[in-house]
Each structure stands twice: as C-alpha cells, then as structure tokens.
C-alpha cells in the first residue's frame, strides 16, 4: 500500500480515537450514551482492526489500551482487584478463526484440536462487579475505567436479582461476581420518555445519588463471571454459571457449549433472527473458553483477555450525498480524509460526517464530492463511506485530487516505504513532524493532556483548541505558565473555575517516567513500549540524554522494540523544536523514575532468549512465564544475555554467538528446572 494511503489510514484512525472517547465520556461519565452499542462496537473493532493491520498506529487513548472512563467524582473510586477488561470483537467466520488460531497458537496445541466453549448472549445493559465475603454482599462497584470503579453498592442492593446473602454454603470465603446491569424492554416502554435507550435507562439509575431513586426503576441483572476468589471449585465456564444459579444469581437461559467455528456461526445466524423475541436487548454472543485452566494460561492481552471474544451482531447503514470532502492532520502528521454529508438517521443517530480512510481508499472506489454514497456505522463513530451509487453520479462532477501538501502548515508530504511489507504505507503524512505545523501541535497537546498521559480534569480537546486560538497555549509546556486571571474573563469560565484548573495542572506536574514518554506523542510509542523504554532506561536523565545518537543503542535490546520506534525516537530527539518543548518541559515538571521491584521469582532479573520450536508451549506463553518469575528477556545475542533457551531446530548462528561471547545455552526442560527451584 503507498504512503499517502497511511496517512490518510493514521487519521481516520485517530478520528475514530477521538470519537470513541468522546462516547466514553458521555456514557461512563454524564450517564448520557450518545450511540446504541453497536455503534460503539463497530467503531471499537474497525480501530482495533487497523491497529494489527498497520503497526504504525498507535494511541494511548485507544481501546486497545483503555476500559471505560475515568470514574465520576460523585462516587467514591475504589480500586478494583482484578481489572474489568473489555473484549475483542468479532464481526464474521474469518474474525473467528483468527481468533482460534491465536488461541491454539500460544497453547502450542494441535491444529485439529477442538476447542469448548462456553457461549453466552451479551446483553446491552451496565456492567458491574459484586462482592462477597463469606457470602454477604459487602460492596458494588461501577467497571469505570477498568482499573477504578465507583462505589454504588447501596444503588445495586435494590435490584431484586441481587442477592443480598448467597444461597448454600459452598461458596468461596471472598468471591468477586460481576454481570450485567440492564432494563426488559417491557419495562423500558413506560421510560422511554425520559431515556434514549434501555442501557441509557440502566446508567442513569445506577449513577442516582439516592438509592431510593434508583430504586424506583425496574433494573435487572444477570450473572456472568468473576473477577477473583478464594478458593473457587470450578474448573470449568459452564460449571461456574451453574454454581451461580445454586447461589441465588440468575443466569441466561441462552447459555450453551459450543465446538467448532461452524457451530458457532450456526448458533450466531439463530440467535441474531431471534433478537426481536427476546425481552432485553443483545449487540451479540460472548465465546469463552471453557476449561479455566486454559484460560489461566491464555492470560491477557493489553486489556483483553485472549480465551473470550464478543461476536457481533451485524450493522446498519444508510444513504446519503457527500456535500464536500475535508482532510484532517492529526499529531503524527497523517492525512485523513472525511466526508461532510448530508445528515441522515442510521439506527437512532443523525449522522453527518464519515470517515474515507485514507487516499488510496478514495481511488480505489473513486469517491467524489456530490455523489450518493452508502454510509455504515460499522466500526466508526464517524461512520464510514462503503460504497458509491455511480449511476446517480452528475455529469459534472470531478475526481477528487488529495493534496501534496499539508493543508495546515504547506509542508510537503510523503508516504513512506514499508521494508517489512515491501510497499509504500496507505497514510500519507506531512513531513513536518514537530510543533511547527499548527494543526499537529494542536494534536499533540490534546495528546498531552489526555487520560493516559498528564489526565488533567478541565483541560479536555474543545478547551485546548479556544486555548490556542486564544494564544493562551502554544507548546505543552504553556500548560504549566497559564494566564488564570485572563482564563477566569473568559465566557463560561470564572475565578473559581479557574482556580480548579489551576489546582488540576499543579497536581499533575509530578508524573511517572513511563506516562510522561508516552505523553510527548512520538509516533510508534504507545503506552505498552513507552512502559519498556522507561523500565529499561530508569532514570529520566537517561532519556533526555537519548539526543546523544549512541545512546539509542541499549534500547535495540529491549524486547518488543524494534527498528520502528528506534526511527521514529531518532527523528524525535533530532527535531528542534521537540527538543525545544522538551528542555521546557524538562524545567517544570518532577519526572519520576522508574521504580525498582524486588525480585521475588526464581529467575531474579535474569536475562533469556529464545531460538528454535518450543514443546508443549508457545514462545508468547514462554515469555510470559519468565517475566512472571522475575525474569527479563531481551532480543539479541549480547553481553547483556545470561540464557540462551533452545528448542528443536535452533538458529545455528544465535547458539555460535552465545557459545562465543560464553553466554550459558540451556533446553526448555532446564529452563523450567530454573523457575521451579527455590534458587538458580
């Protein structure tokens, strides 16, 4: 794919980043949902979809990464256990042997292995996570961000399906229990002058200050997994779900063990035709594995779980007119064209924008301005253009010609070669990667100030922006010099808004290294590799210091950073105005270093690598079992390297390296030998 269709795929990519953030915050934060579910679903996937499809895009603030949003302040945040993660999504059969395939992949398992399990509808309703010890319901949280939830026990005690003290006496001394939140669509008709939608009813009666408010609307719920326990004695999905049904919890009556993709779809293709029977509303089917030893060994991933995914219901779409097409820049630079069209209703929601990807997008189904256009919310907030109706097309239009040049700062732009994939990238990005183009700097501030970053409360996108054009911000660190008495003679600002700003910015100029590198926005450093830079360099001395080019090369020994972030670290650090903000940055802000944790596993800060096919277990499960027990690995064959782990058919070349620096080769059997033993 060429570069300019990168760019164009970067900004679409960051539209739909700032768009689902945007839903978050109303649904998690104002009780307000803007979308029904499977807008939101969609619009999850498509970005999830393009993140594994271009390794270029990355976001903290994407779903990949994130749960939720941050906890309202009229509850109290509570921390929870076991994160409440949310799942990935799956939209077709091919989605679902991707999935499988992974599963079987990191189990090391056979290809024709069947795999059980457990499917479950997914109710469109509220989650939320139940705690019990030795039976009695003691707190309810909200699933908030994922991390934090709010404290709403008082309003959950007055669902009726909630059992106060669980039934027998087989259960766990502490057991986390978490389901659904959701209203019948029965009881949802005589609400519906007060609420958009039933999952609309449901948050705002769990967000109520006063339980007896709450208890006024006829929630229910239904039980479904849980976080942690003590103790549990279930080995399997299915047998919880029972368990939960002899405690006293209602479970779904749709509930069953399925093999097979086949069988899957099967089940899928039923259940979707009989949505409109079924009382309470259903965006799809959740699939767990069912063994949870299985499960246990899948772990997580990024916010995820890898043995559950959510099977989708399908889409809606509908037609409409491209009135003119616009091309957006965002903080990487990529070119995102979006369709300004005439609004249209597609399953509730006035649509009035969608996205085109990206140039070669537009070429490919010759889009242009004034044509008929099917529009889908599938995957998009801004939902997306997937067809054109050429026989309604004016005799007079034009084919719709991307600029060569940055609409924002004139800067020439280019779609860069990808040496993996030996193809021009489909975005295509202004060259002018610092804070010289307005329109990226203004993204790069939004970036800077966002929820995985500095988080600043009162400082969201729209403030950033009257703040620019006011002059008041121009570079991030004029977050830290901000005129308040100018702020506070502002329309709808005032001197105690002011002073609440002022008081969100001081508490936040202390920040972890890892948060403040991924904070800066440089492309190809997300979250996940921000964490990896900051665990390897620990001080932030030696970050700042990575202007010496010699430097970089420690980094080439991390695991999970490549050639890539290297690149995009170098251009970084060789820009002059990034470095500029970065010396400002460096003068206002206490960067905490990475903190030192004690070895307690067996492998003690030990390093590994790996070469050659493993037995019995995946290269990814490997590696997870050696970080686990307090081991590191690390990417090439060095000085730095303690082990090199060999399975069958290892590179001859790694093990001649490692027996020529005298690093120590061992076999998958002594590795495990090492991680059993008290001491190595």
């Not at 089917?285 to 779980?305: E, H, I, M, S, T």
């Amino acid at each position: 794919m060429k570069k300019k269709d990168n760019l164009k795929v970067k900004e679409d990519y960051l539209q739909k980043i700032k768009l689902i953030n945007k839903y978050n915050k109303y649904y998690y934060s104002e009780s307000k949902p803007l979308v029904d579910d499977s807008t939101y679903d969609k619009i999850k996937h498509e970005i999830l979809n393009l993140e594994k499809k271009y390794s270029f895009l990355k976001s903290n603030e994407s779903p990949s990464l994130n749960v939720g949003f941050k906890p309202s302040k009229n509850f109290k945040k509570v921390s929870h256990k076991i994160p409440m993660l949310s799942l990935g999504n799956a939209f077709d059969e091919n989605d679902l042997t991707i999935f499988e395939k992974k599963i079987v992949n990191f189990l090391s398992l056979k290809k024709n292995q069947k795999i059980e399990y457990s499917v479950e509808p997914k109710i469109d309703g509220i989650s939320a996570s139940l705690i019990y010890r030795d039976g009695i319901f003691v707190r309810g949280l909200s699933r908030g961000d994922g991390v934090q939830g709010e404290d709403i026990t008082e309003n959950l005690k007055t669902i009726k399906d909630i059992p106060i003290k669980l039934n027998g006496n087989d259960f766990p001394s502490e057991i986390d229990i978490r389901g659904e939140v959701f209203i019948d669509n029965f009881e949802f008709e005589n609400l519906k002058d007060k609420f958009a939608n039933p999952r609309n009813a449901a948050s705002g009666s769990l967000r109520q200050k006063d339980p007896n408010q709450t208890k006024k609307i006829p929630l229910n719920f239904i039980a479904y997994t849980f976080g942690y326990s003590k103790k549990l004695d279930v080995t399997t999905q299915s047998d919880f779900l029972k368990k939960l049904k002899l405690w006293g919890f209602k479970t779904n009556k749709l509930n069953k063990i399925i093999s097979g993709i086949d069988n899957l779809i099967k089940n899928h293709k039923k259940i979707e035709t009989q949505r409109k029977e079924i009382n309470f509303d259903l965006d799809g089917l959740v699939y767990k594995v069912n063994d949870l030893n299985l499960q246990k060994r899948l772990g997580f991933a990024a916010n995820a779980p890898r043995w559950a995914i959510a099977h989708k219901f399908s889409a809606n779409n509908s037609i409409s007119e491209i009135i003119k097409i616009e091309i957006q820049v965002g903080r990487t630079g990529a070119m995102t064209p979006v369709a300004k069209i005439k609004p249209v209703n597609i399953g509730g929601v006035l649509v009035s924008n969608a996205t085109l990807h990206n140039e070669d997008e537009i070429e490919r189904k010759d889009i242009r301005e004034g044509d008929t256009v099917t529009v889908e919310r599938a995957g998009d907030v801004i939902p997306h253009v997937i067809s054109v109706d050429k026989k309604k097309r004016g005799k007079d239009t034009k084919k719709f010609i991307f600029p060569k040049t940055c609409p924002s700062c004139g800067s020439s732009t280019v779609k860069e070669f990808n040496k993996i994939t030996k193809k021009y990238d489909a975005v295509r990005r202004c060259k002018n990667e610092g804070f010289d183009c307005e329109k990226i700097a203004i993204e790069k501030i939004k970036h800077f100030v966002s929820k995985e970053a500095f988080n600043i409360d009162g400082l969201g996108k729209k403030i950033v922006e009257t703040f620019w054009k006011l002059k008041l911000i121009k570079t991030p660190s004029d977050i830290f010099n901000l005129d308040y008495k100018k702020i506070s003679n502002l329309d709808g600002w005032g001197k105690l808004s002011a002073a609440n700003l002022k008081y969100s910015i001081e508490i936040k100029k202390k920040i972890p290294l890892d948060k403040f590198i991924y904070s800066l926005g440089i492309r190809h450093i997300g979250q996940e590799n921000a964490k990896l830079i900051s665990k390897n360099l620990k001080n932030p001395n030696n970050f700042f210091n990575l202007s010496n080019k010699s430097n970089f090369d420690d980094l080439l020994n991390i695991d999970g950073i490549g050639d890539t972030q290297i690149k995009s670290l170098k251009n970084f650090f060789s820009n002059k105005s990034s470095l500029t903000v970065l010396d400002q940055l460096k003068r206002k802000l206490e960067i905490i270093p990475e903190k030192q944790k004690s070895s307690s596993g067996s492998l003690n800060d030990l390093t590994f690598m790996f070469t050659g096919k493993l037995e019995g277990i995946s290269r990814a499960e490997a590696k997870s079992l050696i970080e686990n027990n307090s081991g590191k690995i690390i990417s090439n064959v060095s000085n730095k390297l303690d082990f090199l782990v060999i399975g069958e058919k290892p590179t001859s070349r790694k093990v001649s390296e490692a027996k020529h620096l005298k690093i120590k080769v061992i076999t998958q059997s002594e590795l495990i030998d090492m991680i059993n033993s008290k001491s190595v």
